[in-house]
Nanobody
């Protein structure tokens, strides 16, 4: 089991960069594929990025491709989301999640463990 905890959110200006971290407790973090999702006010939670357990394979939503980078350091039981060229449309609560399989997935329904979320606000 992995219990994700997000950190790194806050308030930035349009065009700025920010890095989110997701710490996964437990001894088997390296066995879990992980993902980042976000939920803006009044909208459904949406997929942002996913990474396989090894870190070799990744996938991104079209809305963030080329701006966001997902990575992980299994030695530190931590996953990251580097966000560049932020815009007000990126304002949301960002969640990290883990799934009990090595394979990445864009489907939020396939994730078993969720963090509490961290707020990212981008001002214009």
């Amino acid at each position: 089991q992995v219990s994700p905890v997000e950190s790194g959110g806050g308030l930035v200006q349009a065009g700025d960069s920010m890095r989110l971290s997701c710490a996964g407790s437990g001894r088997t973090f390296s066995n879990y594929a992980m993902g980042w999702f976000r939920q803006a006010p009044g909208k459904e939670r949406e997929f942002i990025a996913t990474i396989s357990s090894s870190g070799r394979f990744t996938d991104y939503a079209d809305s963030v491709k080329g701006r966001f980078t997902i990575s992980r350091d299994n030695a530190k039981d931590t996953m990251y989301l580097q966000m560049n060229s932020l815009s007000p449309d990126d304002t949301a609560v960002y969640y990290c999640a883990g799934r009990s399989t090595p394979a990445k997935s864009t489907d939020l329904r396939s994730y078993d463990y969720w963090g509490q979320g961290t707020q990212v606000t981008v001002s214009s």
